[in-house]
């Protein structure tokens, strides 16, 4: 298992920008893939941005455009960089790491004010 710790989370006006990052006890050469979800309150855990450890991306359709996720070159450092924030995408962002098995974060808010 890999231990994760977010940070970059806040509060931030409609339109602004975050950079959420994620520290990973393990590398991603090592996984699947690594990545970053959300959940509202209320809501269900949704996808919101995956790389792989070749660099390939996939992203939310309510994200493509505006986010963009990343990783350093040691494969410890995953990177969620979001802009042009809206007020829906306020949520508790998580990041997760799929390698033998699951690990998971324990998340730092976004809360985009309108």
């Known amino acids: 298992q890999a231990h994760l710790v977010e940070s970059g989370g806040g509060l931030v006006q409609a339109g602004g920008s975050l950079r959420l990052s994620c520290a990973s006890s393990?590398?991603?050469?090592?996984?699947?893939?690594m990545g970053w979800y959300r959940q509202a309150p209320g809501k269900q855990r949704d996808l919101v941005a995956t790389i792989t450890s070749t660099g390939a991306t996939n992203y939310a359709d309510s994200v493509k455009g505006r986010f963009t996720i990343s990783r350093d070159n040691a494969g410890t450092t995953v990177y969620l960089q979001m802009n042009s924030l809206k007020p829906e995408d306020t949520a508790l962002y998580f990041c997760?790491?799929?390698?033998?098995?699951?690990?998971w974060g324990q998340g730092t808010q976004v809360t985009v004010s309108s």
């Open positions: 997760h790491y799929r390698g033998a098995s699951d690990s």
């Open positions: 393990r590398s991603i050469f090592g996984a699947n893939f």
